[in-house]
T-cell receptor
Framework: DAKTTQPNSMESNEEEPVHLPCNHS???????IHWYRQLPSQGPEYVIH???SNVNNRMASLAIAEDRKSSTLILHRATLRDAAVYYC???????????FGTGTRLKVLA | GAVVSQHPSRVICKSGTSVKIECRSL??????MFWYRQFPKQSLMLMAT?????????EQGVEKDKFLINHASLTLSTLTVTSAHPEDSSFYIC?????????????FGDGTRLSIL
C-alpha cells in the first residue's frame, strides 16, 4: 500500500491561509488522494479528494504536484474551528482501502 | 448529503459482555462499509471491510470470531464485539462508500466509545 508522509504538527494564525503538505512518492497512477480531518472524539470528516488535477470546494483547495508525488491541502482562511488532525490518504482504485498515517495536528492561534 | 449514523455513541459494560454497534448510511446506498478502531492519541486502524450480502474481509491480526461483522443491507452494517474484555476498550468508527472502486470518498460515523470494566 502506498504510504503518505505528513508533518506531525503545524500552527497557523486565525484568518490566514494554511498550506498542509503531504508526500506520497510511491503513489501509483490510479491512486486517488483524499484528505480528511478529525476533531477529538469524532469520526473523520471528508475535506476533499482528487486524482490528477487541482480541486476546489467550499472547504478547501487541493493542489496536486505534476508528478503526483506530493499534494497540498490549502485552507484559504483558517478559523478556530479548523483546528483538527488532518489526514492525507491514498485510495488505490479497485481496492478502496484507506490506510491512515499519523496525520498533521493543526493548531490555529487566535 | 452522505450522512453515516453510528449507534450507540458510548457503551460501558462489564467484561464478558457482547456489544453490538450499528452503522447506517442515511441518504445513500453503501456498497461497502468499513470498520476501524482508534486508540487514544493514535491514528485509525482498519479492522475489516464488508460488502452487502457477503462475508467481511478482515485485516491481518484482527480476529474474525471476536469481531463479528454483518452487512445485511445496503444501508446497515453491524459490528459485534463478542465476550469483550478491557483490552477491547477503544473508539470504534465505521465508514461507508457508495463506490466499491475507491473513486468516491468514504463517509464516517461519529464513532462509538467502548469501555469494558
Amino acid at each position: 500500500d502506498a504510504k503518505t508522509t505528513q508533518p506531525n504538527s503545524m500552527e497557523s494564525n486565525e484568518e490566514e491561509p494554511v498550506h498542509l503538505p503531504c508526500n506520497h512518492s510511491t503513489i501509483s497512477g490510479t491512486d486517488y488522494i483524499h484528505w480528511y480531518r478529525q476533531l477529538p472524539s469524532q469520526g473523520p470528516e471528508y475535506v476533499i479528494h482528487g486524482l490528477t488535477s487541482n480541486v476546489n470546494n467550499r472547504m478547501a483547495s487541493l493542489a496536486i504536484a505534476e508528478d503526483r508525488k506530493s499534494s497540498t491541502l490549502i485552507l484559504h482562511r483558517a478559523t478556530l474551528r479548523d483546528a483538527a488532525v488532518y489526514y492525507c490518504i491514498l485510495s488505490p482504485r479497485g481496492t478502496y482501502k484507506y490506510i491512515f498515517g499519523t496525520g498533521t495536528r493543526l493548531k490555529v492561534l487566535a | 448529503g452522505a450522512v453515516v449514523s453510528q449507534h450507540p455513541s458510548r457503551v460501558i459494560c462489564k467484561s464478558g459482555t457482547s456489544v453490538k454497534i450499528e452503522c447506517r448510511s442515511l441518504d445513500f446506498q453503501a456498497t461497502t462499509m468499513f470498520w476501524y478502531r482508534q486508540f487514544p492519541k493514535q491514528s485509525l486502524m482498519l479492522m475489516a471491510t464488508s460488502n452487502e450480502g457477503s462475508k467481511a474481509t478482515y485485516e491481518q491480526g484482527v480476529e474474525k470470531d471476536k469481531f463479528l461483522i454483518n452487512h445485511a443491507s445496503l444501508t446497515l452494517s453491524t459490528l459485534t464485539v463478542t465476550s469483550a474484555h478491557p483490552e477491547d476498550s477503544s473508539f470504534y468508527i465505521c465508514s461507508a462508500s457508495s463506490s466499491g472502486q475507491g473513486t468516491q470518498p468514504q463517509h464516517f460515523g461519529d464513532g462509538t466509545r467502548l469501555s469494558i470494566l
